[in-house]
């Protein structure tokens, strides 16, 4: 039974760039949850996807679109890329909106570097 | 705004001892809490949850202690083992159950052996 698989697992990109950032739900799970830690913080929520729809966002600007797919696997966009999109970006797929019945299985990461 | 504070950056324990991790939430919205574990390079795992409606949880060598006065959480390891060592994190869901977590900043735990 896989898991939540994300790819790639690093990533440089420089400034003012856009990048892609990819995940695959575990199986049986149709929701994906996309969540930012940077350096010595806690995983901070960007968005969440449902029926091929985002369903809740967080306070993150309009650079950061997803998308999901038939299949529920989903994409991170982001655009214009600063120094201070550096993190690690994890993505969480669980069954259903709510956390109550489905607590989030999160991947492994994608670090991303912006130089 | 940090709606989720873990205040103790490190915690340090002697294997078999008692571990104690606290956390401290502003929002009273907050009705569904969660402790996630992290090994380097892996994501974060699930650990144990626990409802508002409720003031304790318990899951093996792992409870959770909820005191809504106090907007306080804490979680328990008895007795701690080395393969516990790990940053533990603490994360809160808004009323409307949603999976907008609010996580804090993190606890590293050792257990030394």
């Known amino acids: 039974d896989a898991g939540v698989t994300q790819s790639p697992t690093h990533l440089i990109k420089t400034r003012g760039q856009q990048v892609t950032l990819r995940c695959s739900p575990k199986?049986?799970?149709?929701?994906v949850s996309w969540y930012q830690q940077a350096l010595g913080q806690g995983p901070q929520f960007i968005f969440q996807?449902?029926?091929?729809?985002?369903?809740q966002r967080g306070n993150f600007p309009d650079r950061f679109s997803g998308h999901q797919f038939p299949n529920y696997s989903s994409e991170l966009n982001v655009n214009a890329l600063l120094l201070g999109d550096s993190a690690l970006y994890l993505c969480?797929?669980?069954?259903?909106?709510?956390?109550?019945?489905?607590?989030?299985?999160f991947g492994n990461g994608t670090r991303l570097t912006v130089t | 705004d940090q709606q989720v504070k873990q205040n103790s950056p490190s915690l340090s324990v002697q294997e078999g001892r008692i571990s104690i991790l606290n956390c401290d939430y502003t929002?009273?919205?907050?009705?569904?809490f969660l402790w996630y574990k992290k090994y380097p390079a892996e994501g974060p795992t699930f650990l144990i949850s626990?409802?508002?409606?409720?003031d304790k949880n318990e899951d093996g060598r792992f409870t959770v202690f909820l005191n809504k006065s106090a907007k306080h959480l804490s979680l328990h390891i008895v007795p701690s083992q080395p393969g516990d060592s790990a940053v533990y994190f603490c994360?809160?869901?808004?009323?409307?159950?949603?999976?907008?977590?609010?996580f804090g900043t993190g606890t590293r735990l050792t257990v030394i052996p």
């Open positions: 996807y449902y029926e091929e729809e985002e369903r």
């Open positions: 969480a797929s669980s069954l259903g909106l709510s956390s109550y019945n489905s607590p989030l299985h």
């Open positions: 994360a809160a869901s808004p009323k409307t159950g949603a999976n907008n977590l609010f």
């Open positions: 929002n009273s919205m907050f009705d569904y």
């Open positions: 626990i409802s508002s409606i409720k």
């Open positions: 199986s049986g799970h149709d929701t």
